[in-house]
């Protein structure tokens, strides 16, 4: 029965998720593509993303970065770390993570445990405007992260850059930040590993289906088996 009712949600969230889509494609007026000649298209990508930068009329990539941001992330922080968390490292600001553990392992307290475990991956940040091009034109893949003025890589083609950090209790913010630890080797590489003491600053969170998204990828990737093929003879 439960198998049943699971089959018949997942039917109705499919069907709800395309009206959405389609919902979003018309109150915009496209259908699948961007074309840098339907300026009333851009203004209504403006007036959607509540931008109010000045932008030329040539300059069409900030919109639709900051579409795709109000789009993918929410509108409050929260007060704690959870899945899609977007955040910094307060000594290495180019250094930027997004949260890839399910909020309900973050949230459940655990007895005599000060630190908790959670995976991350590194966002490469894109700069140039062919790859902010390639990012927007891929955007729909789920591989890019969306922040004020900002674009992200998250997935490459080599797979994704995680990390399993450590977070202080349920990574409560405390002055817009929260405490990690995370696993170096000392500089002096005499073979030893260290817990480094973190401070972390969150920038954005993403909404659950994008941050799902990302979930499912990490925990792929964490499941996968190499196979032995013979490439050449």
Not at 19 to 33: D, I, M, N, Y
Not at 40 to 59: M, P, Q
Not at 66 to 78: A, D, F, H, I, V
């Amino acid at each position: 029965m439960r198998r049943i009712e699971g089959r018949l949600f997942d039917e109705v969230k499919t069907r709800i998720i395309s009206q959405v889509r389609a919902l979003g494609k018309s109150s915009l007026g496209f259908s699948t593509h961007l074309k840098n000649n339907q300026g009333s298209l851009f203004d209504r990508a403006k007036k959607l993303a509540h931008y109010d930068g000045n932008i030329e009329e040539t300059d069409k990539y900030p919109i639709l970065i900051e579409l795709n941001r109000y789009l993918s992330t929410k509108s409050q922080l929260g007060s704690s770390l959870t899945a899609g968390t977007v955040f910094i490292d307060d000594a290495e600001s180019s250094d930027w993570w997004v949260c890839v553990t399910p909020a309900c392992d973050l949230a459940r307290p655990k007895k005599n445990t000060p630190f908790r475990p959670f995976l991350a991956l590194k966002l490469k940040p894109l700069s140039s405007n062919n790859d902010i091009k390639k990012a927007l034109n891929d955007a729909t893949s789920g591989k890019y992260v969306f922040v004020k003025d900002k674009c992200f890589k998250a997935i490459s083609s080599q797979g994704a850059v995680r990390e399993t950090m450590y977070v202080k209790g349920i990574g409560q913010f405390l002055n817009g930040k929260f405490d990690v630890h995370r696993i170096v080797r000392p500089t002096n590489d005499n073979g030893s590993l260290t817990m480094k003491p973190c401070k972390m600053i969150p920038k954005a969170c993403l909404r659950a289906e994008y941050a799902s998204h990302l979930l499912q990828y990490a925990a792929q990737q964490q499941a996968r088996i190499g196979l032995d093929f013979v490439k050449k003879i």
